[in-house]
């Protein structure tokens, strides 16, 4: 059974720095596209920051410069780093993983959520 489990998150000062860690697990032919979402109260979901097998990168305007994403294709794991941490920055944070296996063709998993809490 394939899943993501996140890692990371919690309580900082506007300013500073945070690292979210996702792993896939499971039996798992390939992983196209991997990023983060995240989901601030009462508000809609937004796409953070994605990433290709290959390495191509993109990120939402907010968080250019500030906001760096990373994956490691060999350990199944994709990664944000969070500097520069701002009071908007505040949000459940989903990582998701486009995976083929066994059970499905290529199909969108999502981690569990952890929240990012920046205090000002």
């Known amino acids: 059974q394939v899943q993501l489990v996140e890692s990371g998150g919690g309580l900082v000062q506007a300013g500073g720095s945070l690292r979210l860690s996702c792993a896939a697990s499971g039996i798992i032919f390939s992983i196209n596209d991997m990023g983060w979402y995240r989901q601030a109260p009462g508000k809609q979901r937004e796409l953070v920051a994605t990433i290709t097998r290959s390495g191509s990168i993109n990120y939402r305007d907010s968080v250019k410069g500030r906001f760096t994403i990373s994956r490691d294709n060999a350990k199944s794991t994709v990664a944000l780093q969070m500097n520069s941490l701002k009071p908007e920055d505040t949000a459940v944070y989903y990582c998701?993983?486009?995976?083929?296996?066994?059970?499905?063709?290529?199909?969108?998993?999502w981690g569990q959520g952890t929240q990012v809490t920046v205090s000002s």
């Open positions: 998701w993983a486009e995976i083929t296996s066994p059970r499905t063709s290529e199909y969108r998993y």
